[in-house]
């Protein structure tokens, strides 16, 4: 026998007898926990190392605050109320005119309020009579220049010239209007007249303009002082006339002066001014009602000034002592020529304001050109002139026209046959 029951058991391929119990798996090896020392961790620079490093920037200036102390000053008005009155006071207030007429007259506006004591509207009045007081010599070489020019004006041959010079620019004759202006040249230099003598009639509005622009700006700031410095109902002068006396009483005024002057001019100049009269007086009131007081009070002081030089120089002791010729008389005069006129049908309408508004728009525009005519020596002809001259023109253009039409049907028809 190989071996007994337990060989065989060993070597049987059916699993009869006890189980034998599974052999537990062998554990996996615990790992070993070693104990390092622990080291310290270096930083790392997240810069890479290729990158080119920024120029060094210079430290920034810390900002300085700001001092808004004196802005608050200004708005507040303190430094203004306690600002004393000097020479510069009123540029200091703002009002800076540069070089020019409204600054002479700012110079002289000052010097008078700061060294007379007087209040601003006193100053305002006494600077334009001041004003008219320095133009009186001006004035007088204006009407000199006029006496002479009305002189010219009655020369026979000064006549002829302007009529050559008007039929001229009628037919677009410029051999014609030389003539007339060579010879009205001629006549110029025989009485001495120059062109540059109509410059003494305007040379004191520049100063005009200028006292109105600071006295304005005075009321627009406003100068403190002038709040109070007014009269009687207006003692607001920066406020307007409640009552509208002042506008009124400067615009009769320059009124008045107008016609003084328009007593002795020329019978052709004599329509223009009556229409500037009207004109004057109404555009005149209605706009300084809009103005402050203190303008009005400028207004009313030039035109006390200009009436009173107005009468003071149609006196003939003053125009002999000043070197102006007398006026002429009525007698002296020539007799005016009685024309026939039409009588008008009865139901012919009377014409509107609208149409006496035109023709004496019309009247004032042709004194104005001829009183520019006999000045320059130029024209530029009246409305009536300007339509004619434009329609002989066109029939001119339209003859041409027709003339070559028939040249050329002319050639067309021989040239055909031929």
């Given amino acids: 026998m190989l071996g007994g029951v337990s060989s065989s058991r060993q070597f049987s391929l059916w699993g009869y007898g006890k189980k034998k119990t599974p052999e537990e798996e062998p554990a ?3 790992p070993e926990t070693t104990t390092t020392t622990s080291e310290a961790v270096r930083p790392v620079d997240p810069t890479p190392e290729n990158v080119v490093p920024s120029p060094p920037t210079e430290p920034a200036v810390p900002a300085s605050e700001v001092d808004l102390s004196s802005i608050s000053d200004i ?3 303190q430094d203004i109320l306690n600002m004393s009155e000097q020479i510069g006071y009123l540029k200091a207030l703002g009002l800076d005119f540069g070089t020019g007429p409204t600054s002479v007259m700012q110079w002289a506006l000052e010097h008078v309020h700061i060294y007379s004591g007087l209040g601003w509207g006193a100053s305002i009045m006494a600077t334009a009579v001041l004003l008219r007081c ?3 010599y001006p004035q007088v070489r204006s009407l000199k220049f006029n006496a002479v020019m009305q002189n010219l004006r009655k020369d026979p041959r000064s006549q002829e010239a302007m009529k ?3 039929q001229g620019f009628a037919n677009q004759d410029n051999e014609m209007r030389q003539k007339g ?7 110029k230099e025989q009485y001495g007249v120059n ?4 410059l ?11 006292l109105f622009r600071i006295v304005s700006g005075m009321a627009n700031v406003p100068v403190p002082a002038m709040e109070t410095a007014g009269y009687l109902w207006f003692t607001d002068l920066t406020a307007t006339d409640p009552y509208f006396i002042l506008p009124a009483a400067g615009t009769a005024l320059m009124v008045g002066a107008l016609a003084i002057n328009a007593k002795h001019t020329p019978e052709s100049q004599k329509k223009m001014l009556k229409t500037m009269t009207y004109v004057f007086g109404v555009v005149g009131f209605i706009g300084t009602t809009f103005l402050s007081a203190a303008v009005n009070l400028m207004t009313v002081a030039l035109g ?6 107005a009468i003071v120089l149609n006196n003939a002791l003053v125009r002999r002592t000043v070197g102006l010729p007398p006026h002429p008389t009525a007698s002296s005069t020539a007799p005016q020529k009685t024309t026939y006129e039409a009588p008008r049908a009865a139901n012919t309408p009377e014409p509107g304001l609208r149409e006496r508004l035109e023709s004496s728009l019309n009247d004032m525009k042709k004194g104005m050109s001829d009183q520019i005519t006999n000045y320059t020596g130029t024209y530029s002809g009246t409305d009536e002139e300007k339509a004619e001259r434009k329609r002989k023109e066109l029939m001119r253009k339209l003859e041409d026209t027709r003339k070559q039409q028939e040249r050329e049907e002319f050639e067309k028809k021989y040239k055909t046959k031929s």
């Fill in 181 to 187: 202006q060579y010879l009205n040249k001629m006549l």
């Fill in 28 to 30: 996996a090896p615990k």
């Fill in 195 to 198: 062109n540059w003598g109509m």
């Fill in 134 to 136: 320095i133009m009186f």
């Fill in 200 to 210: 003494w009639s305007f040379g004191q509005i520049p100063f005009t303009f200028g």
């Fill in 164 to 166: 050559l010079v008007q």
């Fill in 304 to 309: 006390a000034s200009t009436l009173i030089t």
């Fill in 75 to 77: 708005v507040n008005g």
